[in-house]
Every structure is written in structure tokens, then in C-alpha cells.
């Protein structure tokens, strides 16, 4: 890694975490932790079809059992408006979110909701869950891809068009949307083409695997006002969520974002919260509801399975000259797939004059998808690296070598509009180059694959308020909830700008009523995003204590400058004053006006682009077909990296993930759409004993829109293994795959077939 400029005293420090005690010794509140008096439990009734009618609900036995408080089915929720809603990177509708969380006259995938019970325990709840009868007509389902876009599949929505498809479509189908970027001229871009390789591929479904369940409480009370708290990557959207499906007034709804088990990216929606608001307002009690692992896999998004055809092609010398791409990703029972963003990250690493990439969103009987890091980017970005690898082969070239010659550069056009500033993919497949890692020889049986990846990253709306105490202390307020480190990163630019010592800023999360609006967290934004609004929050505080210091001096607040924590004279005509610090200003803050504070309120912009390079070593055994992962090397341009240790495990985190989702990790339907492995038994991702170390390596290019140079990290890493590990995987077996996961009776089987 770089080192930073001599300048920083705390950015780009390993700092104590200041959440780390609490969770080392239990004391953090997690969702599920909260107990309040007279609470009940909630429990919910699913469906055992992927696609069925709802003839009738019976729930007059569950209501008679002694010890049941509230039973609610879709007939006591309000039909939410047709309003689209921003859910993370994507957005949805808000009534197709009202039918996810609680189903009306159709079930669309098993798991699906149909009622729900709160009752004095949770034994009483599933005794309940157990007396509510359901009639259903079943109906044919469809559970593939590309099985759904045909003519005859089953039809989940008969009011449904095909978006973006001009004239209109006279007939529905599962087909929601289409998206296109484009850029030069593809046709005369193969046709100076040496070489082109055009192959299809396949993804599975993957969940996100966070270890904490969704989980909720709920307190409507007779005032009409509501308190949730809750498991959850945004508040803000929680209580957006509730106050749109329950017809809500927004200003009676409170959300605390409790302490976070993982989300990447899964919980930036909604399944419980408006359930147990509903039971809340039913029964007169505060209610708690929380998933089981089975409800989890069950009934909350995974990201989507996609089917693809990736066509490039290159000259002699190894310029890639063409590249077109059609992608079909599966949105689960409602639209709104992650395939734009698939779309727009495809080929994005390259410098190519002549782009096409057009991305269908389909939807099947599945759970509807959400977020899971980088959202669409792994699977596109998947096999367009399986083909630089082929091209690299057929051309000769070493596949870095033929990375950096066509790697995007400050300058090159994105196919999909933007032209980028100050990157680094070049210095990560150069770092990647010069490491050792990739120098060193292999054995039989053993393979080296590469991969590079690309993310956008986002800004948004982020609040930020400083507050000097009493003893010069520092309290920082912030609305994004903590699911990578971010507390730290806040306390750590908040010091670095004051001037302060980084033990003396405590930082906190605070609820909805608390301060102003937060996008949620997600898209690797808080740290660029909130950041930034916490810089600007604590530069006002900063102008407060310099006018604070010009009162004290009875001069012109003109003539005070601010410089290591510290309030001086801008020079020696000011006059021979000294140095007033932070603890100096608040002592004598009552008799200069009072309380000391600053706050922002943004809309972050310029969210700095991000690139990484990856290396995997693996090592197939011939008979098994098992995949041991030797060695692996993360490089990325990190911007710059406030908190290093945190940025680390970022990049080990999303490669872990990554090699699950390209060795392990698949949802498993039967006949019925059921889905056969909803547990971590059987949906099986890397534990530490499936994983060597994996070295990072950090690139900076700061970000030159940020203080800091903040580019977010959290994205790019679970991008390049898939076809890293990949690419690996067929140097080892010398057949190439097209389709996830490599599990080993796939490698067997491909194996068998080339003998």
C-alpha cells in the first residue's frame, strides 16, 4: 500500500473501532435484542407453492387460541399506490413490495406470506401459524430464465409489458424491461476483428449469507404513533417503506437502526417491519418478529441467476475492438433485477471503441431479489473476464499483459455515458503484475487465473452534526447504519479535520426523528457520501469556533485562522494572542454565545469510479473434481484508505464471497419451485477452513471530488473472482466452463467428456 502523505495524523491509521468493545462483550443491541414490557412475538404463515391462488383464509382457530393476540392476513393492509421507491441500488414498486410482504390473491413463490400471528410467546405463535387454514388452486410455475421468456411459460403478471420496448408489446409477458448502452459501431468493430470469441454462460442465485436474521419490533401505540426498531441497511428507507405500504403519516413513524449482523446488500428492503407494525396496531402491544434461518433463505432476496452471450473481439496485436453482450437476469416474482447496472459495468474496465450491451429483466417464480454487492456487476463482468482470458490464449498474450493494454485509462468513454476521471485500473493490473504472488511457479494439477473488475460507486443524501462539549469532547451524529467500519472512518476524518485527538470524537448512529434524511447504506457510499457530509459539518464547527476565538480577541473573525486544533491569529497585524484549542473555546463557550456546532445536510456527487485485479491459484483434484484455492491476491484502487485495516477486509470479505459464488454456492428448487437447501448445511459458503489467507494490495488514487480522496471500496472486490476462480479452475483441467457454481461433479463431468 502506499504510504499517506506525511500531513494525515489519523487518516490511513488502524484505529480501535469505537463499536468494538460493546461487540467483543456482548453488550451491542442487535435486532432481536430489544425487549420491551408486555411484548409479543410474531410469527407468519407461508406458502408451500411457488405459484398458487388464494381461494381462502381460515384463521378463525388460530384467533381462538388462548394466548393469541392479533391475526392479520392482506385484507387488513391498505393497497399500497403504484409508487416506484428507490430499495437500494434499484428501485421497486411500492405495490409489488406491498404483495411481497404479504400476498393478496396470488402467491408467486414458496415462502411467500400469507398471514401472520402475534401472541404471548413464540410457542403460542406457531401453534397459531399451524390452526390458519389456506386454500389454494395451484398453477403451473417457471423457475428458469430463459424458460420464462418463452411464449408458453406460465404468466406471473397478465398486466405486464415489456418496458422499453417501442411500439408497446400487445401481449404480457414475464419480460419486464429491456436496457441498452451502446457506443461506436459494433458491426465494423468485429469486422476489423482478427480473433472473436462468442460464448454463452449461467449463473446460479446466490444469497448474501449475512449471519444476523431479518429481525424487528414494533410499538404502534394508542397515539397513533409508531416505533420500529430493527436489523436494517437504512432506516430512513424503513420508515419510507412503512409510511407508503400502511398509508402512514411519515412524521408518527420512529426507526432506530440497531447494531447490524451483515446485510451486503440484503437488507435494503423490507419483509417484517410492516407486519409487526400492523400486529403492533392490532393487539395494543409492542411486537417482535424474527426470521429463522429456513424463513431467510425462504422468503428474503437473494441476488439474481443470469443467462448471457458475451461475443469479443481483438486485432493480431491484442486491441479489443468489439464487444457486444446480451444479458437476462432474473428478478424473482416482481421486476426489478439488477440487470442496468449488469449492463453498465460489463465491459467498463476496457477502453473498446465499439460497445453493445442490451440486458432483459425477467421474473419467475423466485423470491424477489435484492442488492448483494456490486448488483449485477458480478455476473456481467463474469463472463465478459472468462472471454479476455480466451482471447488471450488465442492471441498469445499474457492475460494481464492483455489487461493493461486495453485497460481503461483517465479519458476513456464508458459505454454508458460517462467519461472517466483520475482511475486506477491500469495501476491495479500493473501491481498485479509486479507482485510476487503471480511470479511464483505451479504444480500439477494446479492452475492461475485472473480477473479485473469494475463499480461506478454512488454519493446520495447524507447528514452530518458535530457538537464540541463541555470538556472539548466531540459528539458526531450521523444517520447511516455501521455494516463495514464507517464509525471509525467518521470519527477519523472528523478528528483529522478538527485537529482533535481521534479518541476523543464519538461517533453515533442516531434514529429518523434525530436527523435529516439518509440514503441507505449500500453502494460502497457512506465513507465517500456521509464522509464528506461529516467534513462539512465539522468545518462549520470550525468557522463557530473561529468566530468564537474573534470574540474572545475582539477581532475580525478574518483575522482567526484555524490550524492543528488550534484557533490563531492569521498573522502578526491580528495581534500576540495565544493559541486557543478546542477545550480552550468550549470553557468559555457560555459567555461567547453558548453551545459550539456544525451540521450538513448533502447530496454527494462524484463518487469516484473503482478497479480491482485479482489472482487466484487453485488446485483440482482429477478424481473429485474438488477445488482447493492455493492462493489468492486482491488488488484494487481504494482512493484512499481512511481506516486501512477496514479496507482490507473489505477486499477479503467480497473475494470470499466471491470464490463461494464461484465453487459452492446455488439455490436448489425441485419440481414443485420448493426450494431443497434453505440452511447453511446444505447452501453451503467458504468458512476459514476453505481459504488460504488473501494478501490485498492497495492502489491510491485519490478520489479528487472527496477531502480525502475517498473512493468507495466495498463493491469492486466480489467482481473479479468469479472469473478468476474460473479462469483458474480451466488452466488446472485445461476444459473451459461457461456456467456457475464449479461444483465437482461439474468439473468431473467436463473433465470425463474431453478425455
Not at 411519515?250 to 440484503?266: C, L, R, Y
Amino acid at each position: 500500500m502506499n504510504e499517506q502523505p506525511k500531513q494525515f495524523k489519523w487518516v490511513g491509521t488502524r484505529t480501535i473501532r469505537p463499536d468494538g468493545v460493546d461487540k467483543v462483550t456482548g453488550r451491542a443491541m442487535y435486532g432481536a435484542d430489544l425487549v420491551l414490557p408486555g411484548m409479543l412475538q410474531g410469527k407468519v404463515v407461508r406458502s408451500p407453492h411457488a405459484h398458487a391462488r388464494i381461494k381462502s383464509i381460515d384463521t378463525s382457530k388460530a384467533e381462538a387460541l388462548t394466548g393469541v393476540r392479533a391475526v392479520i392476513t392482506a385484507a387488513d393492509m391498505p393497497l399500497a399506490d403504484p409508487t416506484p421507491v428507490a430499495a437500494g441500488e434499484a428501485m421497486i414498486n411500492l405495490r409489488d413490495l406491498s404483495e411481497n410482504v404479504i400476498a393478496r390473491e396470488k402467491v408467486l413463490y414458496e415462502g411467500q406470506t400469507v398471514a401472520a400471528v402475534a401472541a404471548n410467546t413464540v410457542e403460542i405463535a406457531e401453534q397459531a401459524v399451524a390452526l390458519i387454514t389456506v386454500e389454494y388452486e395451484v398453477l403451473p410455475h417457471v423457475i428458469d430464465v430463459l424458460e420464462a421468456m418463452k411464449d408458453d411459460a406460465p404468466l406471473l403478471h397478465d398486466d405486464m409489458f415489456t418496458g422499453g420496448v417501442k411500439p408497446k408489446p400487445e401481449k404480457p409477458s414475464n419480460v419486464a424491461n429491456r436496457v441498452e448502452f451502446s457506443l461506436g459501431d459494433i458491426d465494423a468493430g468485429f469486422a476489423a476483428a482478427d480473433v472473436v470469441i462468442e460464448k454463452d454462460f449461467t449463473t446460479e442465485p446466490v444469497h448474501q449469507g449475512y449471519i444476523e436474521p431479518h429481525a424487528v419490533v414494533a410499538d404502534a401505540n394508542p397515539e397513533g404513533k409508531v416505533d420500529i426498531w430493527c436489523s436494517s441497511q437504512g432506516h430512513f428507507m424503513v420508515r419510507t417503506f412503512v409510511a407508503g405500504l400502511l398509508k402512514i403519516d411519515m412524521s408518527k413513524i420512529k426507526v432506530t437502526a440497531a447494531e447490524i449482523g451483515g446485510g451486503f446488500g440484503g437488507k435494503t428492503t423490507v419483509y417484517l417491519e410492516p407486519l409487526a407494525v400492523m400486529l403492533s396496531s392490532k393487539s395494543g402491544r409492542p411486537v417482535r418478529m424474527v426470521m429463522s434461518r429456513d424463513e431467510v433463505f425462504r422468503a428474503s432476496g437473494p441476488t439474481s441467476g443470469a443467462a448471457m452471450t458475451i461475443k469479443m473481439g481483438a486485432k493480431k496485436d491484442g486491441t479489443i475492438v468489439a464487444c457486444d453482450a446480451t444479458l437476462y437476469l432474473q428478478a424473482g416474482a416482481w421486476p426489478g433485477s439488477p440487470v442496468g447496472p449488469a449492463a453498465m459495468t460489463a465491459f467498463a474496465p476496457y477502453d473498446v471503441d465499439n460497445v453493445r450491451v442490451i440486458g432483459f429483466d425477467v421474473v419467475s417464480n423466485r423470491q424477489k431479489v435484492v442488492a448483494y454487492r456490486a448488483p449485477g456487476a458480478p455476473i456481467s463482468e463474469y463472463g465478459v473476464e472468462c472471454i479476455v482470458d480466451e482471447l488471450a490464449i488465442e492471441l498469445g498474450i499474457d492475460p494481464l499483459e492483455l489487461r493493461a493494454k486495453n485497460g481503461a485509462k483517465e479519458g476513456t468513454q464508458a459505454a454508458y455515458g460517462v467519461k472517466f476521471g483520475a482511475i486506477g485500473m491500469q495501476e491495479t493490473v500493473a501491481a498485479a503484475q509486479a507482485s510476487e504472488h503471480y511470479k511464483i511457479p505451479l504444480g500439477p494439477n494446479q492452475g492461475r487465473g485472473v480477473a479485473s473488475g469494475f463499480w461506478f460507486n454512488i454519493g446520495g443524501e447524507s447528514c452530518a452534526g458535530i457538537r464540541i462539549n463541555e470538556d472539548g469532547s466531540v459528539s458526531l451524529t450521523e444517520g447511516s447504519p455501521d455494516i463495514g467500519g464507517s464509525r471509525a472512518s467518521m470519527a477519523m476524518m472528523a478528528a483529522e479535520t478538527l485537529g482533535v485527538d481521534y479518541h476523543k470524537v464519538k461517533p453515533s448512529v442516531v434514529d429518523t426523528d434525530a436527523t435529516g434524511y439518509h440514503f441507505v447504506t449500500g453502494g460502497s457510499r457512506v465513507t465517500f457520501a456521509t464522509g464528506m457530509a461529516v467534513v462539512e459539518a465539522t468545518k462549520a464547527a470550525i468557522d463557530e469556533l473561529r468566530a468564537r476565538a474573534a470574540m474572545v480577541w475582539e477581532v475580525d473573525v478574518d483575522g482567526v485562522i484555524w490550524e492543528d486544533g488550534h484557533a490563531k491569529p492569521a498573522s502578526s497585524n491580528v495581534g500576540d494572542f495565544e493559541p486557543m484549542s478546542v477545550v480552550d473555546l468550549a470553557a468559555v463557550a457560555n459567555k461567547t454565545g453558548g453551545p459550539i456546532s456544525g451540521h450538513a445536510d448533502i447530496n454527494a456527487k462524484g463518487a469516484g469510479p473503482a478497479f480491482g485485479t485479482h489472482i487466484c491459484d487453485v488446485e483440482v483434484d482429477p478424481d473429485t473434481g474438488h477445488v482447493t484455492v492455493l492462493r489468492y491476491t486482491a488488488v484494487q484502487d481504494v482512493g484512499r484508505a481512511i481506516h486501512p485495516s477496514y479496507v482490507e477486509g473489505q477486499l477479503q470479505g467480497g473475494a470470499a464471497q466471491g470464490i463461494g459464488w464461484a465453487l459452492n454456492e446455488a439455490y436448489i428448487y425441485d419440481e414443485n419451485g420448493r426450494l431443497e437447501n434453505p440452511g447453511f448445511l446444505d447452501y453451503r459458503v467458504p468458512v476459514a477452513s476453505d481459504l488460504p489467507m488473501i494478501d490485498t494490495v492497495l492502489i491510491e488514487i485519490p478520489n479528487p471530488t472527496h477531502p480525502f480522496g475517498v473512493r468507495g471500496v466495498g463493491e469492486v472486490p466480489i467482481i473479479p473472482p468469479l472469473a478468476a476462480v474460473s479462469n483458474a479452475v480451466s488452466a488446472a483441467t485445461g476444459v473451459r466452463f461457461n456456467a456457475l457454481p464449479l461444483s465437482p461433479p461439474a468439473i468431473v463431468a467436463a473433465v470425463d467428456a474431453k478425455k
